[in-house]
Nanobody
Framework: QVQMVESGGGLVQAGGSLRLSCAASGRTASIYNMAWFRQAPGNEREFVAAISWGETSINYADSVKGRFTISRDNAKNTVYLQMNSLKPEDTAVYYC????????????WGQGTQVTVSS
């Protein structure tokens, strides 16, 4: 099994920045792509950004392009999400996820961290 633990959420004013971290532990040799998702109240969970093992493939949702940056440190089994120019509509619970190399699915999820952006 793989355990994922997020940190770095909080309350910030519009235009501010936050950096989320997510550390994986356990059977980390079985994970490949890592990603961030978010879920706002009343909404479905949505994709934010994803990064491949060697950082050769990085994808962002259109809503965060140019403002958010995903990165990873494989030596630390950690993925990061640098969020700049935050907007109130970025308010959500942010979840990190890891893709299992054998199933191809995002099988491993963190517990979520709250990000609140005030106007």
């Amino acid at each position: 099994q793989v355990q994922m633990v997020e940190s770095g959420g909080g309350l910030v004013q519009a235009g501010g920045s936050l950096r989320l971290s997510c550390a994986a532990s356990g059977r980390t040799a079985s994970i490949y792509n890592m990603a961030w998702f978010r879920q706002a109240p009343g909404n479905e969970r949505e994709f934010v950004a994803a990064i491949s093992w060697g950082e050769t493939s990085i994808n962002y949702a259109d809503s965060v392009k140019g403002r958010f940056t995903i990165s990873r440190d494989n030596a630390k089994n950690t993925v990061y999400l640098q969020m700049n120019s935050l907007k109130p509509e970025d308010t959500a619970v942010y979840y990190c996820a890891a893709q299992d190399i054998y199933t191809g699915r995002y099988d491993y999820w963190g517990q979520g961290t709250q990000v609140t952006v005030s106007s």
